[in-house]
């Protein structure tokens, strides 16, 4: 099975990819993600593929997390903002838009994330949330503690 997976020739549940993972005694995310990647935390792979096209899974990223990780469905009507104090040192967010662009301020710094793209930053800085089009934005934010 692992020749024909190598290959290209088998799509294999995300269960026998983790009993794969368990055996080389290797995370799942590192299991997937690219050999040359840069950013150990953004993955970005394809991980499942359905019989009907279109059909997929695609693994965006990873964060360690010493106690849990919070999901969090967030909607800013146009001109509406948000801003977050610090979290504790350690945190970090992910953040994934699937309607609209969201404007990220870390600091001093802005960041656009358009629909279908996502973000991950340390969250021990100030940030904010801005929607600045013209229509809402909607993400999911998954703060790890």
């Known amino acids: 099975m692992l020749v024909a997976i190598e290959a290209g ?4 549940s995300l269960t026998t990819l983790d009993r794969v993972a368990e055996a080389l005694d290797v995370a ?14 953004r993955i970005n792979e394809l991980a499942w593929a ?19 990780v919070e999901l969090w469905e967030w909607r ?7 801003h977050s104090e610090p979290d504790a ?11 609209g662009c969201l404007t990220l301020l870390l600091g001093d710094e802005e960041r656009r994330i358009s629909a279908g793209e996502f973000f991950m930053f340390a969250s021990n800085q100030p ?7 013209p229509v809402a934005v909607r993400f999911v934010r998954n703060v790890v503690i």
Do not use: M
């Open 28 to 41: 799942f995310s590192d299991l997937i993600q690219a050999p040359d990647a840069r950013d150990p935390s």
């Open 9 to 12: 020739e088998k799509n294999v």
């Open 76 to 82: 800013l009507e146009p001109g509406e903002h948000y």
């Open 50 to 68: 359905g019989t009907i096209p279109g059909s997929k899974a695609v693994l965006l990223a990873k964060a360690t997390a010493s106690r849990e």
């Open 127 to 133: 940030h904010a949330y801005r929607n600045d089009g």
């Open 89 to 99: 040192d350690g945190w970090s967010e992910q953040l994934y838009v699937f309607e």
